[in-house]
């Protein structure tokens, strides 16, 4: 700069150093027209190193604001490139000790702001700092110059904040056209380059300044707070967490002027969650239906010949319905019938961080947050009933002392929201069927609790909710069917015995009608079953329903299921031992319980001999297995049981064979059973365990004639004949006989469906006569099984209460499929 403009700068009074900005102005233009930037650069150098940042010197410091006000101006457009040195020497000055500087600090940045536009923003940040502290200046014209800026700002912010980028992060052509037009700014909707204010890197800022006491401060924070909530694109509400604590302490101010600011704040973000969820529900709705339509739509093209795959793709692409006519979105929804994007559809609310925050404020001694804390969690109950699940035992203790308070608005405000936390609570039953997996949880450990303070009450099983449980057992999710089990469990415990043996017989009828459950959860869902009740109980009662089950195929299914549990689950171990106790009373009737029911598979009632030490009942077993047609399957699970007798739940099996004249039909069974399995490892790993103890028992694989004792297996010393082994041994011979019959009829119709088919196939008549016969079969394997139609509220229907009978006429055997016999105690049938 020129000597004579220093002077002017450094005088201690004002129309001398206004004087000395006018040349530098003058200078500062010349140099821009000649684009001598390098000079431009220097004498921006000069005013900030030797006049505003002169901390002993305020008349160089005013100066050296003036001047760099006056070179902004020069600049114009221009000062885009320049603000990087420009802004900070003039933030420095907001903190000056006199009130001179910075006041004339506050008029520097004005000027520099009214030139440069939007290219501030990226210094927002530092800008609103320094006004949050001049807000409350002991100065009133300091103050009076800070709120002045702080108008220009917001004016700013509010045109630009949401779409501004800078020229500087713009191509050289952007800044060439910017230099051309200075009314024409670059907006992110024209580039991929990032805005020029970043409401994330703003954020950390208000919340630091968001708990300040000084009311001055407060409402400079909340009308900012509010300017920004205003600017539809930035979405402020997303971050309301980071700061709703320390604005709600705002309510406490003795200052009216900040309450009615801050309610009015806080008004303003609970419309727009509501808003937010509403459109939100909407378009969900809209989804729904939408999709619904175009699937009956599908449905009616496709069974019209007319139609072609063409035509429905056209249909679709043109948003037309079945009639041809065009759908329109539901009103009130602002959802296009292409699905076009509303305003707020993407907004992210963190309800329940805002119930975290909300809760200790239900409690607060100033009244006024306190009704606000209310009101806010009052009105979340509409907007998210599913979060607010997990919050009810927090809610009660802070809302049931505030019904209590003194004063009648809060009385009133606590009234409304138990009101609300007893019709969500009774809405529980509903909402462990919600779509969402956390909301199931928590829906049913609510139930789960309040069935265990009022099980009279609360639920049973001839209960609405009931089916619905049942259901729920086919949720994707473990821990819902955890809960879930856990839920039917302590209800099935409160309940009398038909009430029980109803819940039994209706989960085998859902195995029956979803094999996909069954295969997938059935160990789980016995297990826990197993846990929660009593396991004995549980196993008698799923033999005495299966024995009648005129579904043989389902039948052995379930009770091969019911077996490797048995013989494997650290939870039944109390029950094998049981088994094995058939020297008492309570032993044999469990054990002839579950063989007349385990007799439809016959590899699982060979393992029930085992587990019970039944031996010579298990080697007569094995005699019957010749008659059988030796399939795949029956392998299959003969290698697995021998893969299990080298399991620790066998290990006093193997240390019997030790002793082979205490067990001496021990050795055939095991014998037996090698010489049914083809040489495969399963038969290498038995052999080798039979060869380890040879020489010990070869002797004695057959009982010797001249031992009366073992005319019977020891196990059977001293009781008699309260087992009838005979009977039990025809028993299985007549259900595997019926098996039997059953398959080779179901070959026999196949065989002649096939042969149907065949002949029908050049007549046209082919698709027909296979699906006329599929009905036939499936009717001759499970005789009395219905099958569910989907999307049928049968299921549930038929769960609501014990079945009278096994429905012999076919169709009214029940919803689930399997109509079976009365609950209660029934005589044994004699073979």
């Known amino acids: 700069m020129d000597s004579s403009i220093q002077r002017s700068l450094n005088d201690k009074l004002y129309d001398r150093r206004k004087l000395g900005a006018l040349e530098l102005e003058k200078t500062i233009r010349e140099c821009v027209i000649h684009d001598n930037q390098e000079k431009v650069r220097q004498i921006i150098d000069q005013l900030c190193h030797d006049f505003a940042y002169a901390v002993h010197q305020p008349h160089a410091r005013n100066g050296g604001l003036i001047?760099?006000?006056?070179?902004?101006?020069?600049?114009?457009?221009?000062?885009?490139?320049?603000?990087?040195?420009?802004?900070?020497p003039v933030l420095a000055c907001f903190a000056d000790q006199d009130a001179r500087v910075r006041y004339y600090a506050c008029e520097s940045m004005y000027n520099i702001a009214k030139v440069a536009k939007g290219e501030i923003l990226p210094f927002f940040n530092n800008v609103f700092d320094a006004l949050s502290k001049l807000a409350a200046d002991s100065e009133l014209s300091v103050k009076n110059g800070a709120e002045?800026?702080?108008?220009?700002?917001?004016?700013?912010?509010?045109?630009?904040?949401?779409?501004?980028?800078?020229?500087?992060?713009?191509?050289?052509?952007?800044?060439?056209?910017?230099?051309?037009?200075?009314?024409?700014?670059?907006?992110?909707?024209?580039?991929?380059?990032?805005?020029?204010?970043?409401?994330?890197?703003?954020?950390?800022?208000?919340?630091?300044?968001?708990?300040?006491?000084?009311?001055?401060?407060?409402?400079?924070?909340?009308?900012?707070?509010?300017?920004?909530d205003s600017i539809p694109d930035l979405e402020l509400v997303t971050y309301l967490p980071e700061f709703l604590e320390g604005l709600l302490k705002f309510l406490s101010d003795p200052v009216v002027d900040v309450q009615t600011a801050t309610q009015q704040a806080l008004g303003g973000f609970l419309t727009e969650i509501k808003r937010i969820a509403r459109i939100k529900r909407g378009i969900e709705e809209s989804r729904k239906s939408r999709t619904g339509r175009m699937s009956q739509s599908r449905t009616r093209s496709n069974s019209d010949s007319g139609d072609t795959e063409e035509g429905i793709r056209l249909s679709e692409k043109l948003g037309l319905d079945a009639g041809g006519e065009g759908v329109s979105p539901p009103e009130g929804k602002g959802l296009s019938a292409d699905g076009s994007w509303i305003p707020g559809q993407d907004v992210l609310v963190d309800h329940q961080r805002i119930l975290e925050i909300l809760i200790p404020f239900l409690d607060a001694l100033e009244e006024s947050i306190q009704l606000t804390a209310l009101r806010w969690v009052e009105s979340f109950f509409d907007i998210c009933p599913e979060d607010l699940l997990p919050f009810v035992p927090r809610l009660l203790s802070h809302v049931l002392p505030a019904i209590a308070h003194e004063g009648e608005t809060v009385r009133r405000a606590a009234m409304k929201v138990n009101t609300s936390l007893l019709s969500l609570i009774m809405s529980l039953s509903d909402d462990f069927l919600n779509e969402h997996e956390q909301t199931r949880v928590v829906a049913l450990e609510w139930l789960l609790m309040l069935h265990?303070?009022?099980?009279?009450?609360?639920?049973?099983?001839?209960d609405g909710t009931f089916p619905a449980l049942l259901k729920t057992l086919s949720d994707p999710s473990d821990q819902v069917v955890t809960r879930d089990l856990q839920l039917l469990s302590q209800i099935s415990h409160n309940s009398?015995?038909?009430?029980?043996?109803?819940?039994?017989?209706?989960?085998?009828?859902?195995?029956?009608?979803?094999?996909?459950?069954?295969?997938?959860?059935?160990?789980l869902i016995i297990r826990h079953l197993c846990v929660n009740l009593n396991p004995e109980r549980i196993y008698r009662t799923l033999a005495d329903i299966l024995e009648r089950d005129e579904?043989?195929?389902?039948?052995?299914?379930?009770?091969?299921?019911?077996?490797?549990?048995?013989?494997?689950?650290?939870?039944?171990?109390?029950?094998?031992?049981?088994?094995?106790?058939?020297?008492?009373?309570?032993?044999?009737t469990f054990f002839v319980s579950l063989f007349r029911s385990w007799c439809h598979n016959a590899v699982a009632t060979f393992s029930l001999c085992l587990m019970a030490q039944a031996y010579e009942q298990a080697s007569n077993l094995l005699q019957i297995f010749a008659e059988l047609e030796i399939t795949v399957n029956l392998l299959i699970q003969v290698d697995k049981l021998v893969q299990l007798l080298e399991s620790p739940v066998f290990t006093y099996l193997r240390l019997q064979l030790l002793e082979p004249e205490k067990h001496p039909y021990l050795y055939k069974c095991l014998y037996g059973l090698l010489m049914l399995l083809p040489q495969s490892s399963a038969f290498a790993l038995l052999k080798n365990r039979l060869n380890s103890v040879s020489a010990i028992g070869y002797l004695h694989v057959a009982p010797r004639a001249s031992s009366a004792s073992y005319e019977r297996s020891t196990r059977l010393k001293g009781r008699g004949d309260e087992i009838k082994w005979i009977e039990l041994l025809d028993k299985f011979k007549a259900v595997q006989d019926k098996a039997r019959r059953q398959q080779m009829q179901y070959n026999n119709v196949k065989t002649s469906m096939n042969q149907g088919s065949m002949a029908s196939g050049g007549r046209g008549g082919g698709t027909g006569a296979s699906g006329g016969g599929g009905g036939a079969t499936a009717s001759i394997l499970s005789p009395s099984r219905t099958p569910t139609p989907a999307g049928s509220t049968t299921n549930a229907a038929g769960m609501n209460a014990p079945r009278a009978g096994r429905g012999g006429t076919g169709g009214g055997g029940g919803g689930l499929g399997i109509a079976r016999l009365a609950p209660g105690k029934r005589p044994r049938n004699k073979q």
């Open 496 to 523: 009398e015995d038909n009430y029980f043996t109803s819940f039994m017989v209706d989960l085998l009828s859902l195995f029956s009608t979803d094999r996909r459950l069954l295969e997938t959860k059935g160990n």
């Open 67 to 88: 001047g760099l006000a006056a070179a902004s101006i020069a600049l114009g457009p221009e000062v885009a490139r320049y603000l990087g040195e420009i802004v900070p």
């Open 551 to 588: 579904d043989v195929e389902f039948a052995s299914i379930m009770v091969q299921n019911l077996n490797n549990n048995l013989m494997t689950a650290p939870e039944l171990a109390d029950l094998r031992k049981r088994l094995r106790s058939l020297d008492t009373k309570d032993g044999q």
């Open 452 to 462: 265990r303070k009022a099980p009279r009450k609360m639920l049973a099983i001839n």
């Open 148 to 228: 002045l800026l702080d108008r220009l700002v917001k004016d700013i912010v509010a045109e630009s904040a949401a779409t501004y980028v800078s020229i500087l992060q713009s191509p050289e052509q952007s800044i060439t056209d910017a230099q051309s037009d200075e009314n024409s700014p670059t907006y992110a909707s024209d580039t991929a380059f990032p805005t020029a204010f970043s409401l994330p890197s703003f954020i950390p800022l208000l919340t630091e300044r968001i708990h300040v006491v000084n009311p001055f401060t407060r409402i400079f924070l909340v009308s900012w707070i509010t300017l920004l």
